[in-house]
């Protein structure tokens, strides 16, 4: 995570929903064989806990139960050109969204594994309507089963969870407006809304809109401690209760 204060994001709640929808992250972990990074589907399944699975034919898959992982997950990004700025002595930088989430892994049972498939397969088959949606009952009998066993999933009980909104919050208003055309000239349309909407937005733990240019001195961004389900569920969590 960016190390600046004013880059840092610390809503918890946020922070998951985020990853929920991109749904996609990297899961970076040392097995029996070495490190290794997944690019795995992820199901936040609690306020808490996140689940994946991997192919049991990936190097470093075997051994993670108990193992410490970290999960990375990355939204919007682009590559910010001084010159959108319009003032002197810039320099390029690159703004991005981007959420961490670390501890221990614990092996899912085949009960378990089968529940995070038909919850992926359920929070993603919802995304397509009015397609209708497929379900593993459409499976000839048997094949489900027998496919379930090339894979292993996981679930990660969440002690750290960081986040990273670089939006240009260190920059004044008129540079952030140039920045901001510059990126949807480019076709960075997801990147320039975000900034926008932050510029629009009061200042707040390093979120500001207003900030002036230059910032602050820089600082670890903060860690958010999880103090499980007793939150409340996380949006877009697993609907499957254990």
């Not at 985020?18 to 990297?26: E, K, L, R, V």
């Not at 609690?46 to 939204?75: E, M, W």
Request: hydrophobic share 40%; with cysteine; glycine share 10%.
């Amino acid at each position: 995570m960016h190390p600046h204060p004013r880059f840092a994001w610390t809503d918890k709640e946020e922070i998951l929903a985020f990853i929920a929808d991109i749904a996609f992250c990297s899961v970076f972990a040392a097995g029996e064989t070495g490190a290794a990074v997944f690019h795995v589907p992820v199901i936040v399944h609690a306020p808490d806990r996140i689940r994946f699975h991997v192919s049991n034919a990936n190097r470093g898959a075997a051994g993670l139960d108990g193992r410490r992982a970290l999960l990375s997950c990355l939204g919007p990004d682009a590559y910010v050109s001084p010159d959108w700025y319009g003032t002197p002595d810039q320099v390029p930088t690159w703004n991005y969204v981007a959420a961490e989430a670390e501890g221990p892994l614990r092996l899912l049972s085949e009960e378990e594994l089968a529940g995070l498939l038909d919850d992926l397969s359920d929070v993603h088959e919802a995304r397509l309507d009015p397609k209708p949606r497929w379900t593993r009952d459409k499976m000839s009998p048997g094949r489900f089963e027998a496919m379930l066993r090339a894979i292993t999933g996981y679930e990660l009980r969440i002690e750290d969870l960081r986040g990273t909104r670089k939006l240009g919050q260190t920059k004044g208003a008129a540079e952030t407006e140039g920045a901001i055309a510059g990126l949807e000239g480019a076709g960075h349309q997801a990147i320039a809304a975000l900034m926008r909407a932050a510029s629009s937005s009061p200042s707040t733990d390093g979120e500001g809109a207003h900030a002036q240019h230059g910032g602050g001195v820089e600082a670890e961004a903060p860690t958010i401690p999880l103090h499980h389900p007793s939150d409340g569920p996380p949006p877009h969590a697993s609907r499957r209760e254990e």
